[in-house]
């Protein structure tokens, strides 16, 4: 059984994650 906090924090993560490479990939794409 996983901890609901893990589970959580986890999905938190992987979203911030995505939105700082969707950030990243904007930038680059209205540099280049």
Known sequence: M???LDT???TIVC???LTIV???F???QLGA
């Open 8 to 10: 959580a924090t986890g």
């Open 22 to 24: 969707l950030f990243m």
């Open 2 to 4: 996983k901890n609901p």
């Open 15 to 17: 979203g911030l994650v």
């Open 26 to 28: 904007v930038r680059y």
